[in-house]
């Protein structure tokens, strides 16, 4: 019954813990996938130009592919440290959630051997 109780308990502390975790994770998927659309955009937009002038200069396309760089970048300036969080607080977490097992399991043992039972 205590190590039902505990795994209970550590349960519902680990989902605390891990509160906010889904968050980080669709920040770090999407900012990436919204950098690549726009992305897409710049590119359509530079062949958007060189329909339009019916030849290919470098000065056409520059805006397009201006676009196209600064979301590339923007996406992952955002996941990449967004990231690094995550791997950071995951880490945190594991470390939190051993010492509970460590310390779950120590005190079953204590009581066991107190109370004078078998496991």
């Not at 060189?50 to 992952?76: F, M, Y």
Request: no cysteine; glycine share 6%.
């Amino acid at each position: 019954a205590v190590d039902e109780a505990i795994e209970n308990a550590s349960i519902i502390e680990m989902s605390y813990l891990e509160k906010g975790f889904i968050e980080l994770s669709s920040s770090i998927t999407l900012a990436p996938m919204l950098g690549f659309l726009g992305t897409v955009a710049g590119m359509i937009t530079a062949f958007d130009a060189i329909a339009a002038a019916r030849a290919v200069d470098a000065t056409i396309v520059a805006t397009g592919i201006r676009i196209a760089l600064i979301t590339t970048e923007a996406g992952l300036i955002v996941a990449i440290p967004v990231q690094f969080f995550n791997n950071v607080f995951m880490t945190m977490v594991d470390g939190i959630v051993l010492d509970m097992q460590r310390a779950s399991d120590k005190f079953t043992e204590v009581l066991t051997e107190e109370l004078g039972l078998a496991r």
